[in-house]
T-cell receptor, first 111, second 114 residues
Framework: QQQVKQSPQSLIVQKGGISIINCAYE??????FPWYQQFPGKGPALLIAIRPDVSEKKEGRFTISFNKSAKQFSLHIMDSQPGDSATYFCAASRSDYKLSFGAGTTVTVRA | DAGVIQSPRHEVTEMGQEVTLRCKPISGHNSLFWYRQTMMRGLELLIYFNNNVPIDDSGMPEDRFSAKMPNASFSTLKIQPSEPRDSAVYFC????????????FGQGTRLTVV
């Protein structure tokens, strides 16, 4: 069964808008929550990651919000650009090797 | 560093044939993962090696799949015999064990079994 549930499956946003992707998990032992970005024909690449001792982490236009009590975390892409058009995967692990990935969200940024 | 290198990039084979996918991890990384990506099942971990030793192969679909890591710089994933349902993109990823669980992915091998 999927240990990390991700939504929406796809979204379209105008250039300059905000993209929001949500993930939820059940396993309270998870303590590492990365987001991966994947372009067509490429492997996933780490975008940003958070550990549960903080509620928010920002790197440039990308922000992770983390709600430990709700077992949810989300990715916000501010000022979305056409170059951000990609598939985004949330993931979770227990600081060991086994990343459990969400199903992915395809983001399309319209110019 | 060139990153994780996978070969071939594309493979088309007939059902019943043996397929071997290859991976060269990033130098110095001692953890290696094989993932499979399909539309239906997303990204699935097939097998994980640490210091060349298979630690968890619970994701390997069945006995037709096997993986080896004879040394720190090379791994193979073999499917014998291949079936159409094995068609997918197979990714190799590596990571270091310095408290950083970031996994670096290769560009993948797109396998088509006809």
């Amino acid at each position: 069964q999927q240990q990390v549930k991700q939504s929406p499956q796809s979204l379209i946003v105008q250039k300059g808008g905000i993209s929001i992707i949500n993930c939820a998990y059940e396993n309270t032992a998870f303590d590492y929550f990365p987001w991966y970005q994947q372009f067509p024909g490429k492997g996933p690449a780490l975008l940003i990651a958070i550990r549960p001792d903080v509620s928010e982490k920002k790197e440039g236009r990308f922000t992770i919000s983390f709600n430990k009590s709700a077992k949810q975390f989300s990715l916000h892409i501010m000022d979305s650009q056409p170059g951000d058009s990609a598939t985004y995967f949330c993931a979770a692990s227990r600081s060991d090797y086994k990343l459990s990935f969400g199903a992915g969200t395809t983001v399309t940024v319209r110019a | 560093d060139a990153g994780v290198i996978q070969s071939p990039r594309h493979e088309v084979t007939e059902m019943g044939q043996e397929v071997t996918l290859r991976c060269k991890p990033i130098s110095g990384h001692n953890s290696l993962f094989w993932y499979r990506q399909t539309m239906m099942r997303g990204l699935e971990l097939l097998i994980y090696f640490n210091n060349n030793v298979p630690i968890d192969d619970s994701g390997m679909p069945e006995d037709r799949f096997s993986a080896k890591m004879p040394n720190a710089s090379f791994s193979t994933l073999k499917i014998q015999p291949s079936e159409p349902r094995d068609s997918a993109v197979y990714f190799c990823a590596s990571s270091s064990q310095e408290g950083n669980t970031e996994a670096f992915f290769g560009q993948g091998t797109r396998l088509t079994v006809v």
